[in-house]
Nanobody, 126 residues
């Protein structure tokens, strides 16, 4: 069983930066695929970015490309989401997610992830 613990959320002014962390415990192989999602009040959870074990690729939704970056510390089994130039409309609860290796894995789909963190609030003031 994998447990994900997020940290790093908070209040930041528009244009500011935050770095979220997602530490995983449990079988490492069960968390080789890692994703970040966010959910604003009244909206569906949406894909932000992901890191997959297949070729060590990272992917981002178009709206954050060039501003957000995912990195990882393999020793700590921790993934980071560096968020720069934040916008008020990006205020949301940010969730990390994990999945083991699986055929047909779609990093953008919430249903393809097996484990979720508790979420961390990010508030961007204007």
């Amino acid at each position: 069983q994998v447990q994900l613990v997020e940290s790093g959320g908070g209040l930041v002014q528009a244009g500011g930066s935050l770095r979220l962390s997602c530490a995983a415990s449990g079988p490492t192989l069960s968390s080789v695929n890692r994703g970040w999602f966010r959910q604003a009040p009244g909206k569906e959870r949406e894909f932000v970015g992901a890191f997959t074990w297949t070729g060590d690729h990272t992917y981002y939704t178009d709206s954050v490309k060039g501003r957000f970056a995912i990195s990882r510390d393999s020793v700590k089994n921790t993934v980071y989401l560096q968020m720069n130039s934040l916008k008020p409309e990006e205020t949301a609860i940010y969730y990390c997610a994990a999945a083991g290796p699986k055929g047909g894995f779609d990093y953008r789909r919430t249903a393809d992830y097996d484990y979720w963190g508790q979420g961390t609030q990010v508030t961007v003031s204007s």
